[in-house]
């Protein structure tokens, strides 16, 4: 099994900065992609940035330049640094992780979402 726990959401005020972060924990061989999506109500989910395990990033056009996605592979974990928050980024944000288990099987794993609201 995998799980996902996601930590780091909250209020916000415009302007301001939030740091998410994501633990991978299980029967974990491997994560090659990780990334972080956002769902805001009435609207799909949404890729915010992604990164390999090589450090290679990816980030939707609104989203770079004020969001800094990395991450720790000796700690499963992934980290999104938002600055700037406008009252548009305000979503529920889920992490995502690429895994091989021990058992040499891949899967998309999804945590359970951490809410963010940014206030005007």
């Known amino acids: 099994q995998v799980q996902l726990v996601e930590s780091g959401g909250g209020l916000v005020q415009a302007g301001g900065a939030l740091r998410l972060s994501c633990a991978a924990s299980g029967t974990i061989r491997s994560i090659n992609r990780m990334g972080w999506y956002r769902q805001a109500p009435g609207k799909q989910r949404e890729l915010v940035a992604a990164?390999?395990?090589?450090?290679?990033?990816n980030y939707a056009d609104s989203m770079e330049g004020r969001f800094t996605i990395s991450r720790d592979n000796a700690k499963n974990t992934v980290y999104l640094q938002m600055n700037s928050l406008k009252p548009e980024d305000t979503a529920v944000y889920y992490c995502?992780?690429?895994?091989?288990?021990?058992?040499?099987?891949?899967?998309?794993?999804w945590g359970q979402g951490t809410q963010v609201t940014v206030s005007s």
């Open positions: 990164i390999t395990s090589g450090g290679s990033t």
């Open positions: 995502n992780a690429d895994v091989t288990t021990h058992w040499n099987t891949r899967a998309a794993y």
